[in-house]
């Protein structure tokens, strides 16, 4: 029989592995409906080493900057242009020019 000591060793080790994030690579895009920003595409790229953002407005490709990055939102800059995500409830705004807009976008996540 298996001595009850076992038994909570196993069960330990079973919620620590649980646990852990195991991703080396997440990557988040945000496919963009129509707006006056032209923006249609938000692209999020996360490593445990390396953060990086690009916008695609008009079909050009442009590199964010990522000013924050956490499970509940991510605030990202590009020249006068400041992006909220917020990943709780999938609200994404842009400001720019004390001008606020809210982007309906479409999310698609890949990890590994």
Not at 5 to 34: A, D, G, H
Not at 61 to 88: G, M, P, Q, R, S
Request: charged share 25%; net charge neutral.
């Amino acid at each position: 029989m298996i001595k009850l000591s076992n038994i909570i060793l196993i069960l330990f080790f079973v919620v620590f592995v649980s646990n852990c994030n195991f991703t080396r690579f997440e990557q988040k895009k945000f496919f963009c409906k129509s707006n006056k920003l032209d923006i249609e595409l938000i692209d999020i790229l996360e490593t445990r080493s390396i953060k990086k953002s690009y916008l695609t407005i008009k079909g050009k490709e442009y590199l964010a900057t990522i000013n924050n990055i956490n499970n509940n939102e991510i605030l990202l800059v590009f020249n006068d242009i400041d992006i909220k995500i917020n990943l709780k409830n999938n609200e994404i705004s842009a400001t720019n020019n004390e001008n606020i807009f809210f982007l309906q976008c479409e999310e698609s996540n890949f990890n590994i």
